[in-house]
């Protein structure tokens, strides 16, 4: 009986523990709120402006994922507005933004795609 007592808190214990974890290399939810999000989505709408010689400033982080590789992938989704818009027009866009740090390399990829308001759900 102490036995099973024992293989059973010890599988207990084995579930309960991975049930909380994500998968290795699996993306897992990032505060939108913490200063590393802020400063990636920064980055992002820094580059958007320079490839698109806008004026964008950052409406809301809308959701953001990391995964650990060899280095690390950001997921974000970005609501920007354009600061030369006039306000009776909707001027708000998402994007959607991967990046990839390898700092020990010194190594930063930002790719940004444009998303409609139909792909967002």
Do not use: H, R
């Amino acid at each position: 009986m102490k036995f099973l007592t024992v293989f059973f808190l010890i599988l207990f214990i084995y579930f309960y523990s991975t049930a909380f974890t994500t998968s290795l290399g699996g993306w897992s939810t990032i505060d939108i709120n913490s200063d590393e999000v802020k400063e990636l989505a920064k980055k992002v709408i820094n580059k958007y402006t320079t490839e698109n010689e806008e004026n964008n400033f950052l409406f809301k982080v809308i959701d953001a994922k990391q995964q650990i590789v060899a280095g690390v992938n950001y997921n974000l989704l970005i609501l920007i507005s354009s600061l030369s818009c006039n306000l009776t027009l909707n001027c708000s866009k998402y994007l959607q933004a991967t990046i990839f740090q390898q700092p020990w390399n010194c190594t930063e990829e930002i790719n940004i795609f444009e998303k409609s308001t139909d792909e967002i759900s």
